[in-house]
């Protein structure tokens, strides 16, 4: 961002993260209820090519506002709820948990890997060239889709508008309401820990940025064998709750510690890999009890409502994250996150986690 017009400005920087979200926000519902009455895979693919125009786009840009736009076309692609929808379709419930961390551990892996290829991508193709590579990939998930992706079964039908789930039993379900929360706060603490973590591994931990890999990728790959023993409690020992505010709780003293005991590269580490293990306990698990506590033939749309939830945390993170960063303190952003968490503890802690 240093290296284009307007990019010395913190919040400006902070919105280019986080602006895709707002798109996302705008289109994950009706994406979902679409996906429930035409088919997951034309939403997927068409979610997909709208992804690949905005990295074009972005790709050409030659100013940070030029990429926000195409940040903004890149979430017009609101495919996350047809494609967590299509997963719990082709899965049984007792084994959806499973199914959703690894979907989640493949997206935490990849992103650690392209913290790894990221600085030689960009010394190769620069920044536009990473756009564009994205552009490309998105493209070849189409071609994924269709050709790796087995058949989704058919999608229920309601046979009268009566019998239909209204939308505003979706808004107004309890155990709904507290996961669709704390995906909010979840992504909102993630993007606005991401405004502070790289400087701060630079101007604390004296690591240069094409060298952050080398605290990500271990931190991802800790903390992912870390969460498979989680995972096992709160599936098979029925130790859901416990795990999922647990994980909660481990979020709180993760921002506590970034906050007050961060003055060194090992600490740096050390709370980034709890963070990890703690998002992608969250991470695996809320989306299973968001498909399990949704209606059969509205589950597109209860996945839509979350990953709305979802998205408004990503943008506001990125937005907001920038906005204190700038105007108070690095420290504001993570005591910010703190109060949101115990916010989210508070609500979560009488949910039960088994269907009723």
Same mark, same amino acid.
């Given at each position: 961002a240093r290296h284009l017009p307007s990019g010395h400005n913190l919040a400006l920087v902070g919105f280019a993260i986080g602006a895709y979200g707002l798109t996302q926000a705008l289109f994950q519902i009706p994406y979902g209820m679409l996906s429930d009455r035409f088919g997951r895979k034309p939403v997927i693919a068409f979610g997909l090519l709208l992804f690949a125009l905005g990295s074009f786009m972005a790709a050409a840009a030659d100013d940070i506002y030029l990429i926000i736009a195409g940040r903004v076309i890149q979430g017009a692609g609101a495919i996350s709820a047809a494609v967590?929808? +299509?997963?719990?379709? +082709?899965?049984r419930e007792q084994h959806r948990t499973k199914i959703m961390a690894m979907i989640g551990s493949s997206i $935490?892996? @990849?992103?650690a890997l392209s913290l790894v290829a990221? #600085?030689?991508?960009?010394? $190769?193709?620069? %920044?536009? &060239?990473?756009?564009?590579l994205t552009g490309i990939l998105a493209l070849g998930g189409i071609a994924a889709l269709y050709k790796l992706v087995p058949p989704a079964p058919p999608l229920p039908k309601t046979a009268t508008e009566k019998t239909r789930t209204p939308f505003r039993a979706?808004?107004?379900?309890?155990r709904l309401l507290r996961l669709n929360l704390g995906v909010f706060v979840l992504h909102l603490m993630q993007t606005a820990m991401w405004v502070l973590v790289p400087p701060a591994l630079v101007q604390i931990g004296g690591l240069p940025a094409p060298e952050h890999w080398k605290i990500y990728l271990p931190a991802v790959l800790v903390s992912l064998a870390l969460m498979i023993p989680a995972i096992i409690a709160a599936e098979k020992r029925g130790a859901m709750?416990?795990? =999922?505010?647990?994980?909660?709780?481990?979020l709180i003293i993760v921002q506590a510690g970034f906050a007050w005991l961060g003055g060194s590269l090992w600490l740096l580490a050390l709370w980034l890999l709890l963070f990890f293990v703690a998002?992608?306990?969250?991470?695996?698990? /809320? #989306?299973?009890?968001? *498909?399990?506590?949704? #209606?059969p033939e509205a589950k597109g749309a209860a %996945?839509?409502?979350?990953?709305? !939830? /979802?998205?408004?945390?990503? =943008?506001? &993170?990125?937005?907001?994250?920038? %906005? +204190?960063? /700038?105007? @108070? *303190?690095?420290? !504001? @952003?993570f005591v910010a996150n703190i109060a949101l968490a115990l916010i989210w503890l508070a609500v979560s802690l009488p949910m039960k986690t088994a269907r009723q």
């Open positions: 967590t929808a +299509l997963a719990a379709d +082709l899965t $935490a892996l @990849v992103f990221a #600085p030689l991508l960009y010394a $190769a193709i620069g %920044m536009p &060239g990473i756009f564009a979706l808004l107004s379900d309890g709750r416990l795990v =999922f505010n647990s994980a909660i709780a481990l998002f992608n306990i969250l991470e695996a698990t /809320q #989306p299973s009890l968001i *498909s399990r506590f949704s #209606p %996945m839509g409502i979350y990953n709305t !939830a /979802q998205s408004l945390g990503l =943008f506001l &993170g990125g937005a907001v994250g920038g %906005m +204190l960063a /700038q105007k @108070v *303190s690095g420290s !504001a @952003v």
